[in-house]
């Protein structure tokens, strides 16, 4: 196990002050460049995603359930539905105005702050990218071992299409795998999804529109998308950071040694 150093080992007497990764048993915590933009757009398609992206857990956390529970008061899906369909005046009687009004501010609020945060994540990461702090790279704990290396951007993607959650369990992203898995059996069981599956197999179309619930359905394309871009982008940033932190490493403690080698020279 590589040494954790909180100094600077330049100047011992100067501590470190920006890291841009965290190891710990629950997963892999780090700063790269992100698009703001992307991430705002996250925010739009579902309240709490961009934070998630940003490793902001709490703040995402309270804004998703946010979303479900004044969404559903609300019935801001089922107004969409109806919406899309053309249906305009049904889609105002369906609306609650009193939870509707409340969801718009902090709607608004969730794409302007994880923009803003992106901004200023990404100013701290260029920071802390010339720092080149040292982090601790691998760790030991009772319930989990967790550690840098390198895994493959597509298996993220297969498992997160086959299960949300589980691309992020493959990457060791605890957390927001448990998250994502129970909110996908949530929406799952209140949409009734399944059941209409099966009636489609049936080949009864009629009977497979009028069991699904559209109101809890819609929360799953967003659900979905982002549990596979999620595992996907911190795949891919993991083994930026596993290389970084190996190349750093063998630099520190190997570069200097300098080796000859023989040469042979023709007469």
Do not use: C
Not at 233 to 242: D, G, I
């Amino acid at each position: 196990m590589r040494n954790y150093n909180p100094t600077n080992p330049l100047n011992p007497t100067k501590k470190v002050r920006k890291y841009k990764a965290h190891v710990s048993s629950l997963g892999t915590t780090q700063l790269h460049l992100r698009n703001p933009y992307m991430i705002a757009w996250w925010s739009a398609a579902f309240p709490g995603f961009g934070h998630l992206l940003l490793s902001k857990y709490l703040r995402g956390y309270a804004l998703f359930i946010w979303e479900i529970i004044v969404n559903n008061q609300a019935h801001i899906n089922h107004a969409m539905v109806f919406s899309f369909t053309g249906n305009i005046d049904m889609a105002k009687e369906v609306l609650e105005p009193r939870w509707m009004l409340m969801y718009i501010p902090v709607y608004i609020f969730a794409i302007w702050d994880s923009y803003r945060t992106t901004v200023d994540m990404n100013r701290v990461f260029i920071l802390a990218e010339r720092e080149n702090a040292d982090f601790n790279s691998y760790v030991i704990a009772g319930l989990e071992i967790n550690y840098l290396d390198k895994r493959r951007p597509l298996n993220a993607v297969v498992w997160s299409i086959l299960t949300p959650g589980l691309g992020q369990l493959y990457i060791h992203r605890v957390v927001t795998a448990i998250f994502t898995m129970i909110f996908m059996i949530v929406f799952v069981y209140f949409s009734k999804i399944l059941i209409a599956i099966h009636y489609l197999f049936l080949g009864d179309l009629r009977q497979a529109t009028q069991v699904i619930n559209p109101q809890w359905f819609l929360f799953m394309p967003s659900h979905y998308g982002f549990a596979i871009y999620d595992a996907y982008v911190n795949t891919v940033e993991n083994n930026k950071l596993f290389e970084s932190e190996q190349r750093k490493f063998l630099q520190e403690n190997y570069q200097q040694n300098r080796v000859k080698f023989p040469v042979l020279i023709n007469e």
